[in-house]
């Protein structure tokens, strides 16, 4: 079992920047890539991007030059740096994992962290 917890949402001027963060505890998977996913009220959930064990990424169009995946393998944390956010960014984030790359599935999902971007 893999356990997820985002952090490092909250309430931003539009312009500003804020960096998310998933820590993973629990049994260790080998290779596995972590996605990134948001849902805004009343729209389906989007996807915004992917880093991949060896730490090759890509990205929605929608995000690219806005937002950055990376990760810390050794302290078992990714990370979603958002710059240039806009009121549109506003939603709920969320974090996933799973076993393969490209992704074609997610195994464990995180609560989610919402990101309120106001004008």
């Known amino acids: 079992q893999v356990q997820l917890v985002e952090s490092g949402g909250g309430l931003v001027q539009a312009g500003g920047s804020l960096r998310l963060s998933c820590a993973a505890s629990?049994?260790?998977?080998?290779?596995?890539?972590m996605g990134w996913f948001r849902q805004a009220p009343g729209k389906e959930r989007e996807f915004v991007g992917a880093?991949?064990?060896?730490?090759?990424?890509y990205y929605a169009d929608s995000v690219k030059g806005r937002l950055i995946i990376s990760r810390d393998n050794a302290q078992k944390i990714g990370y979603l740096q958002m710059n240039s956010l806009k009121p549109e960014d506003t939603a709920v984030y969320y974090c996933?994992?799973?076993?393969?790359?490209?992704?074609?599935?997610?195994?464990?999902w995180g609560q989610g962290t919402q990101v309120t971007v106001s004008s």
């Open positions: 880093i991949s064990w060896s730490g090759n990424t």
């Open positions: 996933a994992v799973g076993a393969t790359w490209p992704p074609t599935r997610y195994d464990y």
């Open positions: 629990g049994r260790p998977v080998s290779r596995y890539t």
